[in-house]
């Protein structure tokens, strides 16, 4: 199985923060990566595909980066409603994997 | 818009099998694959399996000798069955949708609210 392993697993931020969350795959993936964001309670809702390409209806302030084992999200400027945990998954081969998340706390 | 809604028991005992429905309203089942993804209570997100509307289907090897997913899609219907259950098994279980595009750009859109599975004696 291919490892997806993020850091950090939290984060203390404020609004109007840059953030930026890693996500390193055990073996390249290529382009295969997605992201989710998943706020308490609530199911997981997709937020990028295909390392880059925002879902429709999610703000631009949200973007993603990388290839091969070594991918990034980031979000420009954090808003109130942006903090949930966030987890990549890889869609190189199944199964199917996910980070183990990356949660973002008040600070 | 396609939404999706898990139903099923929410407690169990050990050594039962779990079986779990997801309707799907807002669309067709046809040409998309389906899958199941369960998250244990303040874990992370682990895929199970999918089934392709004609019936073709992919488990994870580490839950394959326990998993069954079919589909009627004359009932916008698919399903899952895990058998011999254990508190390890205790978990928020979600039905998505897998678009898969083509090669291998597959993502889960959109998601169940998720129905939790308690398994206690």
């Known amino acids: 199985d291919i490892q997806m392993t993020q850091s950090p697993s939290s984060l203390s931020v404020s609004v109007g923060d840059r953030v930026t969350i890693t996500c390193r795959a055990s073996q390249s993936i290529a382009s295969y990566l997605n992201w989710y964001q998943q706020k308490p309670g609530k199911a997981p809702n997709l937020l990028i595909y295909?390392?880059?390409s925002l879902q429709t209806g999610v703000p631009s302030r949200f973007s993603g980066s990388g290839s091969g084992t070594d991918f990034t999200l980031t979000i420009s400027s954090l808003q109130p409603e942006d903090f949930a945990t966030y987890y990549c998954?890889?869609?190189?081969?199944?199964?199917?994997?996910f980070g183990q998340g990356t949660e973002l706390e008040i600070k | 818009q396609v939404q999706l809604q898990e139903s099923g028991p929410g407690l169990m005992k050990p050594s039962e099998t779990l079986s779990l429905t997801c309707s799907v309203s807002g669309g067709s089942m046809s040409r998309y694959y389906w899958s199941w993804i369960r998250q244990p209570p303040g874990k992370g997100l682990e895929w199970i399996g999918y089934i392709y509307y004609t019936g073709t289907t992919n488990y994870n090897p580490s839950l394959k000798s326990r998993v069954t997913i079919s589909v009627e899609t004359s009932q916008n219907q698919f399903s899952l069955k895990l058998t011999s259950v254990s508190a390890a098994d205790t978990a928020v279980y979600y039905c998505?949708?897998?678009?898969?595009?083509?090669?291998?750009?597959?993502?889960?859109?959109?998601w169940g609210q998720g129905t939790l599975v308690t398994v206690s004696s």
């Open positions: 295909a390392v880059s």
């Open positions: 998954q890889q869609s190189y081969s199944t199964p199917y994997t």
């Open positions: 998505a949708r897998l678009i898969a595009v083509a090669g291998r750009d597959d993502w889960f859109d959109p």
